[in-house]
């Protein structure tokens, strides 16, 4: 048997609340409006994808670079909600 | 006929112009279409460019970033056009594009970065790492005891691998749903179900709050 070492950054991530459930199809098929809306809005949140994107840090890497893409395109400064995208890519 | 608008995109350098109705563009062959296509294919291209400088720590030295890039961006265009009839306009046309490319181009920097790695599957025997001061230390063991507790007592095997192939070992999600022959969707399911039940078992402790005591 392997040993490995649960240090604080790895009970972070399994204890990670990750409720209400998304699969990673659904938060694809919503991510494009969930950032325009998001750079149209800063306070704008969709709670199952907020929490979908805290857990599964795969989806929290592309919706990054998407952030930044689409902020460009919309001539929108995406400073305001990247506070909660530092978090979700923590996942 | 299809009008055409300025770019609206940061990418520089071209002269190509962006259709103001990109459906349309795509959809009816001409002379429009053509130069839509060919726009298209640029953004898709920077969009994977991103995406893979984004991840390019994780890429060894061998891996050819434009050619992941451009590859992506190729996938990214033929998924596009199947699923033109799907864009329901709830976002930019180019910001639902470019999560195609971009999650494209992220799958293969991943695959790419565990190729010939093995990824392993086992069952561990979990250690808590000390802390810099005893009381942090303390605190720290008894929650990290609780969780090897939770861990070996409520997970199933199968859930006990995925989630340390996930959360330990740093095995990207679509990594290892290829090796177990499966899709993404259903490993990040095993992972959120054994999130939920290590959380109750960690609340019902009193290592985690109650859902009234959240902030």
């Not at chain 2, 300025?6 to 349309?24: C, E, F, I, K, L």
């Not at chain 2, 590859?71 to 265009?77: L, V, Y």
């Not at chain 2, 005893?134 to 929650?143: N, T």
């Amino acid at each position: 048997m392997t040993e490995r070492r649960l240090t604080p950054e790895i009970i972070r991530r399994f204890t990670v609340d990750g409720e209400p459930w998304l699969s990673c199809d659904d938060c694809f098929a919503r991510v494009d409006e969930y950032v325009d809306r998001m750079l149209a809005d800063p306070d704008y949140d969709s709670p199952a994808m907020s929490a979908h994107l805290r857990g599964c840090g795969a989806c929290a890497e592309e919706m990054a670079t998407l952030l930044d893409l689409a902020a460009r395109d919309a001539g929108v400064d995406p400073q305001p909600v990247l506070p909660r995208l530092g978090r979700w890519c923590q996942g | 006929m299809t009008i055409l608008g300025p770019v609206s995109t940061g990418t520089s350098g071209t002269a190509a112009q962006a259709p103001t109705d990109w459906v349309r563009a795509l959809s009816v062959p001409g002379p429009e279409k053509e130069a839509a296509l060919f726009r298209l294919h640029e953004l898709l291209v920077h969009a994977a460019r991103r995406q893979v400088a984004r991840m390019r720590e994780q890429l060894r030295g061998t891996a050819d970033a434009d050619d992941i890039a451009n590859q992506a961006a190729d996938d990214a265009m033929v998924a596009i056009l199947g699923k033109l009839h799907t864009f329901e306009g709830r976002s930019r046309f180019t910001t639902w594009a470019y999560k195609f490319a971009i999650m494209n181009a992220a799958v293969q920097v991943r695959r790419q970065a565990w190729r010939g790695c093995d990824v392993p599957l086992d069952d561990p025997d979990l250690i808590v790492e000390r802390a810099p001061t005893p009381e942090a230390y303390a605190q720290g063991r008894d929650l990290a005891t609780a969780l090897a507790t939770a861990i070996a007592a409520t997970l199933t095997p199968h859930q006990r691998r995925i989630v340390v192939a996930l959360l330990i070992d740093e095995v990207p999600v679509d990594v290892l749903a290829e090796r177990l022959g499966t899709s993404r969707n259903a490993v990040y399911k095993t992972l959120h179900d054994a999130r939920v039940a290590l959380r109750a078992d960690l609340r019902a402790a009193g290592y985690l709050p109650t859902p009234s005591e959240s902030p």
